[in-house]
């Protein structure tokens, strides 16, 4: 084992291809219906929505996929990105354990989302999308898509959650910076916006919301795609360079991790990190815990239903397979706007279903508590998504204390919180408070699940 | 010369010593005075405010001084910090200029401050001090010393510039995220701080009022010391990590920068960077331009006199021989807060005086116009501050277009934006102005220098 705290690939050790989780799991992924016919779907239903390449990464087969020279180029702005032993942390928690974690955060806009974004942009670009549009909820991926669409010319229109818009007026200053332009959800720009608002004037938006609206301009603008940045396997495959570059850096510190966390909120940094760990096992390997970490008062994956719901409040999308809290839940107002999602990726939910990964919530203040002495012992200031994962690091350290084992933890910190201060602020001033979840609400969400024949 | 984008050093390439300018100039730097003799200051008149440590390296005329382990440790954190080639930014500047950057936003506060920060925390928790005072503008100094004090667990005081405090709440959040406590200045807490507010009750503060403050507090305890995050000898000492890794990182690309270039309030960043090339110089190197760039409304380097000043408002402070408007003159609330301190460092205004140093300055809409415009090209959203190097970048770039000549520039990109968004935020609704310099403000300041025997 080295005795050093950060682990650096050369900037050659970029991967070159993104890893399919799908070429190696067990079982195909269920099916992808169309909302109307309840029959699986095909490329052309999802034309008008993605460009062709996006289509063909969502079902490959193929157990490499290669980078294109163009993305590459852009992920050398900042990756490799590094991996760090957390030493003072494991002291502070007088903890055997051995803490890694993988740092996003040094990403221009601050997290793991330009992974994707990137990519995204490009296959629109090549294939003459003239325009993307897509939705965020806190803005990390918003602030994303726009620094990815304005390096390859694409103007783009973000549909942001009101509670982040009114929350994080940053991020959605860092999205003008880019080019961007940046509406609050629900809004008067979409039937599915009007129809919220004539029901919820004061709606606080969700990403089901936002996702409705979004979708719902790109499928009436012919040189219009939408762009999602989770839950979808093209996006997941796209965010797996994160564990890809991980692996390589537990053998440079020569540690083989034990247990392997993130937050979850559509999955897509959660899998990024553990897919290619996961790949190891599906195909022979030493097998390991998974760990996706949720908020209490969004627990898709540890009280929803997993079963066929649609991606989006106004039922635009196709109908997909997943833990879901039902389409019309709308989370709470918490800080950790990238986790206030009511589905979770089908990837994702298909492992958790299958016992493969585990699924642990956690309420915002132990959270936020837990991210300010990850801060005070290792300088980086966390995203309030990412202190769900040191969260359960946490829980972890301590059960290794408890049972005096030595046990290897990585955790996936997605993103720092330079543009998330306002929590912190409230968090100090005592002005956060942990919320229930709402069992009555999803109760009555998940009876307006849809009825499917397959599945 | 690479096709490369960004050069990374190995670990092992941190400096292991700081570089020295003051071995290599072909004149001392004036003496430092005591206020109330007008007589040269010895170590103890030094001794209540820094640990001997720091105040050796004040006057220390050795060329190399050793970085203690225990703060390179930390510098891994964060250290090598990358250098790029700006090329997206070449091809948007249609310039034949070749633009290099050395990116200090990397580390955990977001700013080259840490360097300097976790050295001083270091020195003083080794000679017994207990307790930190120190003053900030726009946040970066008071975070960094908050995250360093923190490491080394010392208790920090920050005296934040009121401007700033208010429009900047989220730099506050960081630094009590790292435990640290912060105050308004001009506060209530000191006879400085309350001597002001009689005079202006709604004053806006300075760098020069919140160091009164600070020094202040640290003179009153014995087991506090005061820390200052730019100005001094052995503040730029400690940045000069910086430039030495750029001369490794220049050599890796194949390419030699002919102008270096930093934006300058209290001076450390540019310093950092070119002091380690103009010791070369000193040696007998080549000789290349040095440019650093202060505001308009604050132009110290540009507008004031070179003579014998106070560093504080309230006159606590010894005299040094540097450019200044005057102790008394107060700039205007613009974002760039770590710009606004009306005088500079007496290594910097020794070099600006002597015609080594060339100075420039530059109204804030352009330099914000010049932060997008490097934003969208490059994908990092730049400190208000280090906006100014990017235009003074800018204006080189276009000369050399001009002039169809090939020159090599090499800025200090000195931190991100994701703090300053607020900034962004005003530029873009079109709130932001340009301030004039106010002249007779500045005159009156400087009718008051204090009139000094030796020099």
């Known amino acids: ?119 995204q942009a490009f296959y629109n670009k090549e294939e003459g999308t003239k325009r993307l549009i897509t939705e965020t909820g806190a803005g990390q991926w ?60 004061d709606s606080t938006g969700s990403l089901g919301i936002a996702i409705s609206e979004a979708v719902e301009v790109a499928a009436q603008n012919d040189d219009a795609k939408y762009a999602l940045g989770s839950v979808l396997n093209h996006v997941l495959l796209h965010q797996t360079v994160i564990g890809l570059e991980a692996i390589e850096q537990m053998e440079m510190a020569g540690d083989d991790p034990d247990v392997i966390i993130g937050c979850a909120g559509g999955g897509s940094n959660f899998a990024g990190l553990a897919f290619p760990f996961l790949g190891q096992q599906f195909r022979g390997g030493r097998s390991r815990r998974y760990v996706a970490v949720e908020p209490v008062s969004c627990p898709t994956m540890t009280k929803g239903s997993y079963a066929y719901d649609f991606g989006d409040t106004a039922h635009l999308t196709p109908l997909v397979k997943m833990h879901t809290l039902g389409s019309g839940f709308v989370p709470p107002g918490f800080h950790a706007g990238g986790l206030r999602y009511h589905g979770m990726s089908p990837l994702v939910s298909g492992l958790v279903h299958g016992g493969l990964v585990e699924a642990e919530a956690y309420q915002q203040t132990e959270c936020f508590a837990a991210g300010v002495e990850f801060a005070r012992a290792e300088g980086i200031i966390p995203a309030p998504e990412s202190t769900h994962a040191i969260k359960a690091t946490f829980e972890e350290a301590a059960r290794c204390k408890q049972e005096g084992v030595t046990r290897t933890i990585l955790f996936n910190l997605s993103g720092h919180g330079h543009f998330d201060m306002q929590a912190y602020t409230d968090y100090f001033a005592g002005d956060l408070t942990d919320q229930p979840h709402d069992e009555g609400a999803m109760h009555e969400a998940l009876e307006k699940l849809p009825e499917v024949a397959a599945g």
Chains 1, 2 share one sequence.
């Open 142 to 201: 918003g602030s994303s898509l726009a620094f990815a669409g304005n390096l390859f010319g694409l103007p783009v229109d973000v549909y942001m959650v009101r509670i982040s818009y009114d929350q994080k007026p940053y991020r959605r200053s860092a999205m003008e910076t880019y080019g961007a332009r940046c509406v609050a959800s629900p809004s008067t720009e979409t039937e599915s916006g009007r129809a919220i608002l004539a029901e919820t004037p």
């Open 1 to 119: 084992m080295s005795s050093e705290t950060k682990f650096l690939l050369p900037e050659d050790r970029i991967p070159r291809a993104w890893y399919n989780i799908i070429s190696d799991m067990p079982e195909p992924p269920a099916a992808v219906l169309h909302p109307g016919t309840g029959q699986p779907i095909g490329p052309d239903d999802l034309a008008p929505l993605f460009p062709m390449a996006l289509i063909g990464q969502e079902v490959s087969a193929e157990r490499e996929i290669e980078i294109p020279e163009p993305v590459r180029e852009v992920y050398h702005l900042w990756r490799p990105a590094p991996l760090f032993r957390a030493r003072r942390l494991e002291q502070t928690l007088d903890t055997p354990a051995h803490i890694y974690y993988k740092y996003e955060g040094v990403s221009p806009s601050g997290s793991h989302k330009p992974n994707t974004a990137v990519a």
